[in-house]
């Protein structure tokens, strides 16, 4: 035998003497079978001899990696052979089919061997062996079953789980022979991670459990992205004018930006990161609402009155980032009290301006408290100091 090719003798077994295509089987005796029975155990305990002789002779990583992954993906190769001939009519005879069921289980029991010993050399992205897959879709669906028994208070949960459980299922059935590891791996941790989640969520928040856990598993796919996409628009949508809307679109954006996304992950590659595109729509929606309430407030027609307010400007030496950042901290913290804080801006920009800029845009002022540098807030707080000890000396 070659000693360069451990899995010469079974790729010879495999490929060759078993194949009803290239070897007529009806010929072999009850002996021959035997003899190939037992020469299969003897042969499976050298090729694990073999295999690690080999790996273990090799210093380099990259090279040990490379003969891992060779042999690991001519046992596939081997694996998917051998599942393929017995398919054939010719293994109804019960002797050859105990014979080439011996040889499927060897190689499967090599690749475990493969997998287990040198785990940390395969490729996530390596197809799974036949045996492995019939398993894992098996085990999948079953998990998968249990997502439907899900206490759900939210109607739009309810829609939402009946989107990822149709989607994994295909996902699932459809894997046929070409399923990765790292494909089965992240179906796996999803049913996990929903099956052991608690979903008592309150009814004022943005997002709900389930969002969250799809969100941070990335699964980005275009039915639940569609699906969330349009229940951030609703909330917006409840509200009278663009003000209103922009100020709800801003809050749900910054409680998105507080939310993990695992971007190694994915449901599918082929798809952007669900952060990506949803970081995407908020952006143009934010942009769309800025726009439409520039243009209300250069429609309007000044008066006489708003002409005297105008003149009757207090100038303050902060930049409106700064500015901004002071007005929002007094309306969180209740130290002005309003309807919102779209409504404190409202209010009081109008009557200010800075040393550079004599009319300016509340709408502007206010989208500027949520970006802060951290310059920024150090003036601020150095303002607020300068304020504090000149209130002791009265």
Same mark, same amino acid.
């Given at each position: ?31 021959? &079978?035997? %003899?190939? $029975? ?10 694990? &001899? ?22 690991? $993906? ?7 052979? $051998? ?29 475990? @061997? ?47 789980? %009946? *989107?990822? *459980? ?12 070409? /399923? ?14 929903? $099956? ?15 969002? =969250?856990?799809? *969100? ?6 275009? #039915?639940?992205?569609?699906?969330? *996409? /349009? ?28 939310? @993990?996304?695992?971007?190694? &992950? ?8 669900? =952060? ?5 729509? @908020? ?45 929002? /901290? ?7 009290? !309003? ?16 040393? @550079? ?19 920024? #807030?150090?003036? !601020? ?14």
């Amino acid at each position: 035998m070659n000693t360069l090719y451990p899995l010469e003798w079974l790729d010879t077994l495999i490929l060759h003497s078993l194949n009803p295509n290239k070897t007529d089987l009806t010929v072999l005796s009850n002996i021959d &079978i035997a %003899g190939i $029975s037992e020469s299969v155990k003897i042969e499976a305990e050298k090729i694990q &001899i073999r295999l690690k002789n080999e790996i273990f002779l090799l210093v380099k990583k990259r090279q040990i990696r490379l003969q891992v992954r060779k042999y690991h $993906s001519n046992l596939i190769y081997l694996l998917d052979s $051998s599942v393929d001939h017995k398919k054939n009519k010719v293994f109804k005879n019960n002797d050859l089919a105990k014979v080439l069921n011996l040889v499927i289980s060897t190689v499967d029991e090599l690749l475990s @061997f493969v997998e287990n010993r040198f785990s940390q050399y395969l490729s996530l992205d390596e197809r799974v062996p036949i045996t492995y897959l019939i398993v894992s879709k098996k085990e999948l669906m079953l998990k998968l079953s249990t997502l439907e028994d899900l206490q759900l208070e939210l109607e739009q949960d309810r829609s939402t789980i %009946g *989107i990822v *459980i149709n989607e994994l299922s295909n996902s699932i059935q459809s894997s046929n022979e070409k /399923a990765s590891f790292r494909q089965i791996m992240y179906n796996r941790l999803l049913l996990k991670r929903l $099956s052991e989640a608690s979903y008592n969520d309150d009814l004022n928040s943005t997002f709900s459990t389930l969002d =969250k856990i799809l *969100i941070e598993m990335n699964f980005n796919c275009k #039915k639940f992205v569609d699906t969330l *996409i /349009a229940k951030l628009s609703r909330n917006s949508n409840n509200d009278d004018d663009y003000s209103e809307k922009l100020n709800t679109l801003l809050c749900s954006y910054k409680d998105f930006n507080q939310l @993990f996304s695992n971007e190694r &992950i994915t449901f599918d590659p082929m798809m952007q990161n669900i =952060k990506t595109t949803i970081d995407n729509w @908020f952006n143009y929606e934010i942009l769309y609402y800025e726009r439409q309430i520039r243009q209300i407030i250069n429609e309007q027609i000044p008066t006489s009155e708003t002409s005297n307010k105008s003149n009757d400007k207090v100038e303050c030496i902060l930049s409106t980032d700064q500015m901004a950042l002071i007005l929002r /901290a007094s309306d969180e913290s209740r130290v002005l009290k !309003a309807r919102s804080m779209n409504l404190v801006f409202k209010t009081i920009i109008p009557f200010l301006s800075t040393p @550079f800029k004599r009319d300016l845009s509340y709408h502007s002022v206010r989208t500027k408290s949520y970006n802060a540098e951290d310059r920024d #807030k150090e003036i !601020a707080i150095q303002t607020l100091k300068k304020i504090i000890e000149k209130i002791k000396t009265y």
